[in-house]
């Protein structure tokens, strides 16, 4: 049986579906960042051909800080290559992984002869050239043009190309990547472990002191500084008959949390653990994510593949041209907001308050293409197809 490598930076709860389905035709190891604060899957695991190692326990640092994260991140890649050279895989696909941590997974992979695929969640190289123009202006193009030199060399020695967006395909042929390993296949919610509940679960909704009566709107994940806390304050502050929750992780909620004053009806509670995220969203009424415009063009967030799967109508605040929104507005599965005027999205919510039918058929929009998307068979057979070229 082959050994392969799935290297997911992040953990997160759909890649270790994967590694559990692909475990039925390979000994998969699981590898992910263990002191990463976003949301993770939960990795008990009694699967004979799955191992899961979470890599860099000593390993910690403030995102913030970003010229200490750049050697951590080597550091981090160091130990992801270590594990590589002691198991020996015929393959690594390693996604959603810090560009100097990359070099060293793509290093090893090269000099082992072990066949990389990069797993293109975002752009590093995109997202750090925007956060360095904002923070040091024009001294900031010699820093991202380090990051854009490393990002494209991986990917001109990666052997294939997972992208989950269309919109990424342009950004790798205009860096003159070779189109013949580029491949197409979006991520996706958990739908074997998330079930669309149309009753709240009131216990638990009552163990976190949330009033379950109340109409609700929540927002799951990660709350960086790519989304937008201040129209979530101001939602709230237009809209206080509702409660607003936010489980959330992340510099975003960290400002959020040491903000005084914030409206009584928004609520900050922390990421719940994945086994409760039936009961998570099965308290909202509606959910909400966030995206700057910026973002929009290399982000795809995962949260809401989750809410599709949860059958209730989501509220997008995102450029219109985002892979999402795109989906959300062709299925009507909820409604996209680009210019995040609070006066719309009022108008919306209150017409989902009022109009139960309508809330249910959208809710089931969501849910049906949750379920005809997100077929976790189908999916690994995609896997399979790029595994084996070359």
């Not at 992780?249 to 409206?263: A, H, M, T």
């Not at 922390?270 to 086994?275: L, R, V």
């Not at 995102?318 to 299925?331: D, E, G, P, R, V």
């Amino acid at each position: 049986m082959q050994k392969i490598i799935i290297h997911d930076y992040c953990g997160h709860p759909f890649q270790f579906e994967l590694s559990k389905i692909l475990s039925k035709k390979y000994f998969v190891y699981h590898l992910y960042y263990v002191n990463d604060y976003g949301p993770k899957a939960d990795f008990s695991n009694n699967i004979k051909n799955l191992k899961v190692i979470g890599v860099g326990k000593k390993i910690e640092y403030d995102k913030s800080r970003l010229f200490q994260r750049l050697f951590k991140d080597i550091e981090y890649g160091k130990e992801v290559s270590k594990f590589i050279k002691r198991i020996d895989p015929t393959l690594v696909v390693s996604g959603n992984c810090p560009t100097f941590a990359q070099e060293y997974i793509v290093k090893e992979s090269i000099k082992k002869k072990i066949k990389f695929i990069f797993w293109v969640q975002d752009f590093y190289s995109i997202a750090v050239d925007l956060i360095f123009k904002k923070k040091i202006g024009f001294f900031s193009k010699f820093i991202s043009s380090i990051f854009y030199f490393l990002e494209k060399k991986q990917l001109n020695k990666s052997n294939q190309i997972i992208i989950i967006s269309k919109e990424f395909e342009k950004y790798l042929i205009k860096w003159k990547i070779n189109k013949k390993k580029i491949h197409y296949i979006p991520n996706w919610g958990n739908i074997s472990q998330i079930n669309n509940e149309s009753v709240k679960d009131k216990k638990y909704a009552s163990k976190i002191k949330i009033n379950s009566k109340i109409f609700t709107i929540i927002y799951t994940g990660t709350l960086a500084l790519k989304h937008d806390q201040n129209l979530l304050i101001e939602l709230s502050l237009a809209n206080p008959n509702y409660q607003f929750i936010i489980f959330g992780v992340g510099k975003g909620f960290e400002n959020l949390k040491k903000k005084e004053n914030l409206p009584e009806n928004l609520k900050l509670l922390g990421i719940q653990k994945f086994i409760y995220m039936n009961s998570v969203l099965s308290i909202a009424d509606i959910f909400i994510a966030t995206l700057s415009s910026d973002a929009g063009k290399f982000s795809v967030p995962s949260k809401i593949l989750n809410y599709l799967c949860a059958g209730k109508p989501i509220i997008f605040c995102a450029s219109k041209n985002n892979q999402t929104s795109k989906i959300l507005k062709k299925f009507n599965c909820g409604k996209v907001f680009e210019d995040g005027n609070i006066g719309k999205i009022s108008n919306f919510i209150n017409e989902i308050k009022k109009n139960k039918k309508l809330r249910k058929q959208i809710g089931l929009n969501c849910r049906i293409y949750a379920e005809r998307e997100f077929n976790l068979n189908k999916i690994s057979n995609k896997f399979n197809k790029i595994f084996h070229l070359n």
